[in-house]
């Protein structure tokens, strides 16, 4: 399977668009904004929602047409909370008898489930950025300011 393409941003901040810039196209600039999370979204994926939000915001990543794919982010995470939740209460295995008598210790379900999301949580903390291995990749240059009289200087 191939690997997916690196967006844009990301690849400047990377800076591998100078060792090749015949490979940057330019794609189509989506429109930035403050987004608001989907009403769809459970109270625990719409923090996480708000605080994503604002982090990826000001890394300079996040443009409105990401909205939904970070609210699946989101989503996932409520998941992986969620499926926590229930192993803290009722531990990571249970007893079952099978058909001889014999007692059998079994994985709980939500173990199962609580996997899933932590990776679909990876794969999109991924997409924008956000998780360890990806930030190290990305090196950030300040911004000069441009000085406002440096245009009376002439």
């Not at 990377?14 to 009403?39: A, F, V």
């Not at 099978?98 to 990776?119: F, L, Q, Y």
């Not at 991924?126 to 000085?147: D, H």
Request: a positive charge; one cysteine or more.
């Amino acid at each position: 399977m191939a690997r997916p393409r690196t967006p844009s941003n990301i690849r400047i901040l990377k800076g591998t668009d100078k060792q090749h810039p015949e490979r940057m196209r330019t794609p189509p600039e989506p429109e930035k904004g403050i987004l608001r999370p989907p009403d769809w979204l459970s109270p625990q994926a719409r923090k996480a929602f708000i605080e994503l939000a604002k982090i990826t915001t000001d890394m300079n990543v996040l443009t409105l047409a990401d909205k939904t794919t970070l609210a699946m982010v989101c989503d996932a995470y409520a998941d992986y909370l969620t499926a926590k939740e229930i192993l803290d209460e009722k531990g990571m295995t249970y007893t079952v008898m099978n058909r001889e008598g014999v007692e059998m210790i079994k994985n709980h379900p939500a173990s199962t489930i609580k996997a899933d999301a932590w990776r679909r949580v990876m794969i999109g903390l991924g997409k924008f950025g956000l998780s360890p291995t990806e930030r190290e990749k990305i090196s950030i240059t300040p911004v000069k300011k441009k000085n406002p009289f440096d245009d009376f200087a002439d």
